[in-house]
């Protein structure tokens, strides 16, 4: 993973989840020695509408709105300390700049909602496009129960699927408790529909079982290899015959920072686990990391 070099991305738009993120990220850089990039993007193609050419006038005043954004965004990382921190307002629209940028950079970090641009429409668009193609780690901050206040303690909560593809984010995962000091609780939901949902209740039970115990041991030969190479981390394991997305959702009401993968089995039934990634940004209670796979990155 391209976690020891480089500059961790932020986008930044003047909103009160930007600045969140702004918070997020500038922690995240000096955790792990990195430095800080804040971009902003200055969507000019939205001043042409109805036929008509905007003026300079207009396309000063975004500019200048947006020196103000990436100016407050710099104050803001620095509070928390020194950092190396760059700049950037390139023309071009949120998502296609933030996932361009995902190519080179160890990490993109984004707020949940905020302005979208002068127009003032929501973020949440970019940080569902950013986290889906993003070509490194995304993390999208979220505050709790819906608000700005973001969780800088608690548990760290990674989504197991049992499959090599979860293996990026598991090492993520271990990775993140480990600088944090925090306590890792490893979620493996085997089952993406209850059993009621196709047979009813009279059949299958020794199956269940059977599976269950087969899952416990998948589960726990996923976890073996990260727990020597991370003795300092205490995990805890959670196996549920459940939806994914619901158990992690559940969880991140507790948690510091829940980390997924952008796809996997999901469950037994084959489900992809890109759902329950995308159900977390959405969601969610705490930072969702969402680490691609290795054919995704």
């Keep these: 993973m391209k976690t020891n070099s480089g500059e961790i991305v932020v986008g930044v738009d003047g909103s009160a989840g930007s600045k969140q993120a702004v918070l997020w990220a500038a922690d995240e850089a000096r955790r792990r020695h990195l430095g800080l990039r804040i971009v902003h993007g200055l ?25 103000q954004f990436v100016s407050e965004a710099k104050e803001t990382a620095l509070s928390g300390g020194d950092l190396p921190v760059t700049t950037a307002m ?13 190519k080179e950079a160890p990490m993109v970090v984004v707020g949940a909602s905020g302005k979208g641009g002068f127009t003032g429409m929501l973020v949440g668009s970019t940080a569902a496009a950013v986290s889906r193609h993003g070509h ?12 700005t206040y973001v969780p800088t303690s608690g548990l760290v909560v990674v989504g197991v699927d049992g499959t090599p593809s979860s ?30 949902d196709v047979y009813g209740t009279a059949r299958l039970v020794p199956e269940w079982q059977s599976l269950e115990e087969g899952e416990e041991r998948l589960f726990a030969e996923r976890l073996a290899g990260w727990q020597e190479k991370y003795p300092d981390v205490q995990v805890r394991r959670h196996l549920v015959r459940d939806r994914a997305r619901h158990v992690l959702i559940e969880q991140s009401a507790v948690a510091q920072l829940v980390v997924v993968g952008t796809r996997g089995r999901g469950g037994f039934r084959g489900m992809l686990l890109g759902s329950t990634s995308q159900a977390l940004v959405q969601h969610a209670e705490c930072p969702v990391l969402v680490v691609p796979s290795q054919d995704d990155a």
Aim: hydrophobic fraction near 40%; charged fraction near 20%.
């Design 136 to 147: 490194c780690p995304v993390v999208v901050v979220r505050g709790r129960n819906h608000t």
């Design 167 to 196: 293996e990026p984010a598991i090492e993520y995962a271990f990775e993140e408790a480990s600088h944090r000091g925090a306590e890792l609780v490893a979620v493996h939901a085997w089952s993406d529909v209850t059993y009621d």
């Design 43 to 67: 969507r000019m193609s939205e001043l042409y509408y109805g036929g008509g050419l905007a003026g300079p006038p207009l396309f000063d005043a975004v500019r200048e709105a947006g020196e």
């Design 90 to 102: 390139p023309v071009d629209a949120p998502s296609p700049l933030l996932i361009e940028l995902s």
